[in-house]
């Protein structure tokens, strides 16, 4: 059987570096996709896995508490955020989380406006304390922070991706003449079919 056309297209198909689209698809996801060529695909992931991260920042957050609460990062004693290694799977856009953590840790203001600044924890920090998040918000919180942390772990689906490139079936192996009898031709149907002796 001779090979499919979308097999020969498969084995011709050459990803550029996938080091570099591997850090790219982290970086933003779908970016080391559409650096490949592969446009459809990083279009994909982009507006897919950025719609799920976002909605989380929405549901994780509001007007009064600040926006994008439920991704920040705190490694103290009192608070090991955990959920921001699943998170940071997402990028860039998990990155203010660090900033604002770095800035509290030095005893300054979060900027923009509080946007994924840790909770208040005694006297460092601005802003609501976890408790008083999780008053204000309800359920939105944690549900808010399993959606930031779903798009986090996806796009690591996608980095993989990105690096091996798109997985296509093998080719059906021929079997030798061997081991598979050829059958036989259909007896003419006009002439004789001959005597048996």
């Known amino acids: 059987m001779p090979e499919t056309s979308n097999s020969q297209e498969a084995r011709q198909l050459v990803l550029k570096d996938p080091g570099l689209a591997a850090f790219l698809a982290w970086l933003v996801p779908g970016l080391g996709h559409i650096y490949q060529g592969r446009t459809a695909k990083g279009v994909l992931f982009l507006v897919c896995l950025m719609a799920t991260f976002a909605y989380g920042c ?15 990062a705190a490694w ?3 608070d090991t955020r955990l959920p921001f290694l699943c998170q940071i799977g997402i990028g860039l856009p998990a990155m203010p989380a660090l900033i604002q953590a ?7 203001a979060p900027i923009l406006n509080g946007f994924m600044a840790p909770p208040r924890q005694g006297d460092r920090g601005v802003g609501p304390t976890l408790d008083e998040l999780h008053q204000k918000l309800h ?4 549900l808010g922070t399993v959606y930031t942390m779903i798009a986090g772990l996806l796009n690591i689906l996608a980095i993989y991706d990105a690096w091996g490139g798109p997985v296509f079936p093998e080719p059906d192996k021929k079997k030798d003449d061997e081991d598979e009898p050829e059958a036989t031709a259909p007896a003419d149907q006009g002439g004789d079919q001959g005597i048996n002796g």
């Open 76 to 78: 103290d004693e009192d």
């Open 58 to 72: 929405y549901l994780g957050g509001s007007r009064e508490t600040g926006w994008g609460r439920v991704v920040y």
């Open 102 to 108: 770095s800035r509290v840790r030095n005893n300054k």
């Open 139 to 142: 359920t939105y919180f944690e």
